[in-house]
């Protein structure tokens, strides 16, 4: 099932996603936010091993990094990406294991060339760390930054638009990073790999995943405005405490999760004055639901932010929100999934198909081009964390899977 050069490149890979998670805005740490300086190193080391795959390499206006094989003209065009960003304190593969797999088979499958061109795409932004709004990267490929998005501003008061110009990057070419035009040259597909980032495939004890569908999302920001006070002073009938009314309306998003059928989470609050002695005046938290079904996920929000609003009045505090994100869930496409599955089945690995709770460039870009996504287990089902791993063997897995995957694909266009 196995042979020692994939062995090689399977633990070449894993030794470059760890020497790519030294760059990083935070020392001991891996924290890379959209178009922060340790990008630039990323683009550095990644930009020389597509080359030496015999890529092309280029940069567009949102700093999404593009590796393109040499292939005969007009080939068909298969993309294969993944995410460049981190959480704060993230693992060493979630995103850019994706990345380096796609360059390594690129590599692995140079005999393809006359009959199908292999684009590897390193998004420069999916988490939504520094901005609050995910996938900027694929969102760019996609054609959906307005100048809305653009006008968002970091912790720093940096909008979108300066960090790209930080970066010597041209906001105004947006436009002609589209898709579109590479479409019109004939894509035909796009595939992602990624950690599984759960526990399911680790408790079926099985190396890969394949993915049906990603689920929706929602991502919104409650915001409650009480009154600061003494908190020594200030007796408890009289309070407008931003804090205590955050916290009720938490418990109900944990209620109201358990209850959808999907999942619901409050990971952020912030507030003001964040003393101890002092009574919150104000108290901003994220709210992040996820399902399958949109119409369940949609019925969820709502009621959660009216249980904020209902809340907020019982207390004497005002509430207010706005949405980050309202992503539909998305299906893979049943055409190449099954391409997939055959691939994965054929190097002798079982094959279990399920869902993706995380969300991925790959919903951004199924509605534009036919969309695979393979899972590697997540050893202790931990990702976002420090503890992140993946297996030899499960990379070497999906290596093969993947260069039986593409060469099949090829066969077609021969």
């Not at 795409?121 to 709004?133: A, D, N, P, Q």
């Not at 408790?203 to 049906?212: A, C, F, H, K, R």
């Not at 929602?218 to 009480?226: D, K, P, T």
């Amino acid at each position: 099932m196995t042979s020692p050069a994939r062995q090689a490149a399977a633990r070449q890979t894993m030794l470059m996603c760890r020497e790519l998670a030294q760059f990083s805005e935070e020392p001991g740490r891996t924290t890379r936010t959209f178009l922060s300086l340790p990008m630039r190193d990323v683009h550095r080391v990644l930009t020389r091993l597509m080359a030496e795959a015999g890529m092309r390499v280029s940069v567009d206006a949102m700093g999404n990094l593009h590796g393109i094989t040499a292939a005969r003209p007009n080939a068909p065009r298969l993309l294969i990406g993944s995410h460049l960003d981190t959480v704060p304190d993230a693992g060493a593969f979630d995103g850019i294991l994706g990345v380096v797999l796609g360059i390594l088979l690129a590599r692995t499958c140079q005999d393809v060339s006359t009959n199908l061109c292999l684009h590897v795409i390193g998004f420069s932004e999916e988490e939504g760390v520094r901005f609050g709004t995910p996938f900027l990267g694929s969102r760019a490929l996609a054609g959906s930054i307005d100048e809305q998005i653009l006008d968002r501003r970091d912790r720093n008061g940096r909008s979108v638009r300066e960090a790209i110009a930080d970066f010597g990057l041209d906001p105004a070419a947006i436009p002609n990073s589209s898709l579109d035009a590479r479409l019109r040259e004939g894509a035909i597909g796009y595939l992602e790999i990624h950690i599984e980032q759960g526990p399911v495939l680790e408790n079926l004890n099985l190396p890969l995943g394949i993915v049906d569908a990603i689920a929706g999302q929602s991502r919104l920001e409650i915001v409650f405005e009480g009154k600061a006070n003494h908190a020594g002073t200030t007796p408890m009938d009289l309070r407008r405490d931003a804090l205590a009314c955050a916290a009720e309306w938490i418990m109900r998003v944990e209620e109201e999760g358990r209850a959808s059928g999907g999942v619901a989470t409050v990971g952020r609050i912030e507030i003001v004055p964040n003393a101890s002695n002092a009574v919150a005046g104000h108290a901003r938290a994220s709210l992040d639901v996820r399902h399958v079904s949109d119409v369940h996920r949609r019925d969820t929000v709502e009621r959660l932010v009216s249980a904020a609003d209902e809340i907020a009045r019982r207390r004497g505090l005002e509430m207010r929100h706005n949405y980050n994100l309202d992503q539909p869930a998305v299906p893979m496409d049943s055409k190449l999934t099954e391409r997939l599955e055959n691939a994965v089945q054929s190097d002798g690995y079982p094959v279990h198909r399920m869902m993706s709770g995380a969300g991925h460039d790959a919903m951004i870009m199924a509605p534009l081009v036919p969309a695979a996504m393979l899972f590697l287990r997540s050893p202790g089902g931990v990702s976002h964390s420090p503890e992140e791993s993946v297996l030899e063997a499960d990379v070497d897995a999906a290596l093969s899977a993947g260069a039986q995957f593409i060469r099949d694909l090829a066969r077609q266009y021969a």
